[in-house]
């Protein structure tokens, strides 16, 4: 089958229109002519084997890892992520709304400063596709912060017997954190060693989960366990199980102008809060600041980096967000939800103890437009929303939003 992409759609497809249907095709670019075997899956209709027939003019022209789905030159690849934001603002919210414009990432290349990747059979270290989990092998990212690419160069010639690797770094502190996934801990322990002499900051064991990384047992084998990473107009710590922004150049902008857009009172909520960044942030402004976790590790870490900063009116509460109700009414009420969006009970807490101002930052521009509209058919107007850049060269793209009681 032979199909000319349309558009962009969220999941890192490209979108083409036949007699048989809509198309998805994972990379395909907007103006694309692509050619491959048409399979049905889970009732969408995809292009596997994917060949390209006419590329854009503006495909990046450079090599870059399998987890780059949108290899376009960094201009161009901004307009269709603010694209995606406002079509999900208009065909699920139904909510008329001018975006403020995207901010791009400080850095196009050379951002990350985590990554993972798995050991391969054949020496060096790979990615794991999408769906079929296939290895292809990696000899360079262009994606990768300083610190992290010195250590993917040392690790490819290191034969670990392991499954997979972490990598967390800091740009503040220049340093890398190591997790091996896999293998026996007490045979790790001399390599530990080793890395460690080699210039790692830490190295940490963790038993492979089906839950998802860092969800079965860890073991700290030498160094340091955490770093200290600047965000904008906070420093905060960061470890291989927390799920802090892996680009802190383009979240430290996001922070500011966050901190930026509310009104203050005396209460706010943190729900979603990981270490509880935002909290810590936004303490000056509030009498009283509630940061809501269900992860031990991120509150741990949130406490001693409010221990940390002086911070006396931040309370860190260990539990589900769907708690929310219990803890009462505020002034504001931040959310910063996984892909899925706010759960049922989230929505509800929030039309019914009515907070003044809502700021929601989301990673997921479909679950977010479902939030907001029912916000807003509940009584809240959209006061504010941008698009962010944390992710160049996949089809990833974050939203800063503000509602308030209408």
């Not at 499954?163 to 890398?176: D, Q, Y």
């Not at 500011?256 to 706010?268: C, K, N, T």
Request: hydrophobic share 45%.
């Amino acid at each position: 089958m032979r199909v000319v992409v349309e558009k962009l759609v969220p999941g890192g497809y490209g979108l083409a229109r036949t007699a048989e249907g809509a198309v998805l095709v994972r990379g395909g670019l907007p103006g694309e002519e692509v050619e491959g075997r048409p399979a049905r899956r889970k009732g969408a209709l995809f292009l596997e084997e994917v060949r390209l027939l006419k590329p854009r003019p503006d495909r990046y022209p450079h090599p870059l890892p399998p987890s780059a789905d949108l290899p376009l030159v960094y201009e161009a690849q901004l307009p269709l992520k603010e694209g995606l934001v406002a079509e999900a603002l208009e065909r699920i919210a139904k909510v008329p709304f001018a975006l403020s414009p995207i901010r791009p990432s400080p850095r196009a290349l050379g951002y990350r400063t985590a990554a993972q990747y798995a050991r391969h059979p054949l020496g060096g270290l790979a990615y794991r596709l999408p769906e079929s989990q296939a290895l292809v092998r990696v000899e360079e990212d262009p994606l990768l912060a300083e610190p992290l690419a010195w250590a993917f160069a040392l690790l490819k010639t290191w034969p670990l017997p392991v499954e997979e690797i972490a990598l967390r770094g800091s740009l503040l502190e220049g340093k890398v954190l190591l997790g091996l996934i896999g293998g026996s801990p007490e045979a790790l322990k001399r390599p530990a060693r080793a890395l460690v002499q080699e210039g790692f900051a830490g190295v940490v064991w963790a038993e492979p989960s089906p839950k998802g990384r860092f969800r079965g047992r860890v073991r700290p084998l030498q160094g340091e366990t955490t770093l200290l990473e600047a965000f904008g107009p906070i420093t905060a710590t960061v470890s291989l199980e927390s799920f802090a922004q892996v680009n802190p150049l383009a979240a430290g902008l996001l922070l500011e102008e966050a901190r930026d857009l509310v009104q203050g009172g005396e209460r706010a909520l943190e729900l979603y809060a990981g270490s509880g960044l935002l909290s810590l942030l936004l303490a000056p402004r509030f009498q009283e600041v509630v940061a809501v976790e269900i992860s031990k590790e991120a509150v741990r870490r949130g406490e001693r980096d409010k221990a940390r900063l002086g911070v006396e009116n931040v309370r860190f509460h260990r539990g589900d967000a769907r708690e929310a109700r219990r803890f009462g009414r505020f002034d504001l009420v931040v959310l910063d939800p996984p892909r899925a969006g706010l759960s049922e009970e989230v929505r509800a807490y929030l039309l019914q103890s009515r907070p003044e101002e809502v700021l929601y930052i989301a990673c997921d521009p479909a679950t977010w437009a479902r939030d907001v509209g029912e916000l807003v058919r509940g009584g809240y107007e959209l006061a504010f929303a941008r698009p962010y850049d944390f992710f160049p060269f996949t089809h990833h793209v974050e939203v800063l939003s503000l509602l308030r009681l209408g």
